[in-house]
C-alpha cells in the first residue's frame, strides 16, 4: 500500500533519478522522511511520535530526580500540565511540595527544548484528590479508599441482570481478590492457584445525610462487588470525595451510573 504512495509524492518533490526509463527514489535523511511522514502515515502518525517521545523525555526526567511521574496532560491553549508524586513507602506518608515542582518545572524547560516539543506553558504540581489509578502498586497503595472505575467495554452478559448490561462506570471500594485454589491441580503451589485480583464493593442504599439518625435495628443494605483486571479499566481514579475528616478509606462508596 505504501509503495503505491511513495513514487508519486517523490516525482512530485523531485526526488528522483532516472535511469533505464525508471525513477529510482533518492532518500535526503531526515528531511525525507519529515515528509515522508505527513504526506503518507498523516497526521495521527506524527501525533502519536511526538507523544511517544514526550511521555519517554518527562518519565526520564521526573525518575531521574527519585519522584514517579503520576500524569501528562495536554490542554487547550498549549498548556502542558505534568503531575508528579513521592515513591510509595507503606506506612510512610510523605507529600510532594512546592520545591519539588519548582525543581522539576526547571529542569523540564531545558530538556523539552532542547528536545524541540512544543508548548505555551508548563504547569507541574501534584495530585489531586481526583488521583489516576494506572500501575499495580496505585492499587496497593490506594486499597480500602472509594474510586471512580470505567470499563473498556460494556458489562453486556457479565452483568447477569444485576446491573445494566450498558454499563461501564462504577464507583466503590477498593479491595484486594484473594487467589482462589484450584481443585484438581496437583503440581506446583503456584499453578493450584488462580491469581489475585481486585474488585469494588459498594451499596446502593442512599447515603446518610449530616446529623441523620440511623436506627440501630435497621438491617444493612446488601452489598454489591465488580471484580476487575487491571487490563480491563479504561479508567481508574480515586472517587473526589471532600471531607473536612479527611478522606474515608472504609466507606462504601455509592454506585455511579
Known sequence: MYARNIVPFALQCGL??????????????????KLLKTKVFGANFALQTEHVALQDIVEKTVTGFGY?????????????????????????????NVEDCEKVTRQLQFVLEVDGIEYKRLEVSSPGIDRPLRH?????RFEGSVIDITLKAPMGAAADGQVNANRKKFRGTLERVAPVVVP?????????QAPAGWQIVWSDAPPVKPGQKVSKKRAP????????????????????????????????????S
Open 184 to 192: 484438581g491441580a496437583e503440581a506446583k503451589a503456584s499453578e493450584a
Open 68 to 96: 514517579d511521574l503520576v500524569e501528562i496532560e495536554r490542554s487547550a491553549g498549549g498548556l502542558l500540565r505534568v503531575t508528579i508524586d513521592l515513591p510509595w513507602v507503606p506506612g510512610v506518608e510523605q507529600f510532594i
Open 16 to 33: 528522483t533519478t532516472k535511469r533505464a526509463g525508471n525513477y529510482r527514489p533518492v532518500f535526503f535523511g531526515r528531511l525525507f522522511f
Open 136 to 140: 499495580e502498586r496505585d492499587f496497593e
Open 221 to 256: 443494605a446488601p452489598l454489591s462487588a465488580l471484580g476487575f483486571k487491571l487490563d480491563e479499566l479504561r479508567d481508574a481514579r480515586l472517587a473526589p470525595i471532600v471531607s473536612f475528616k479527611g478522606r474515608g478509606t472504609k466507606d462504601d462508596g455509592g454506585a455511579e
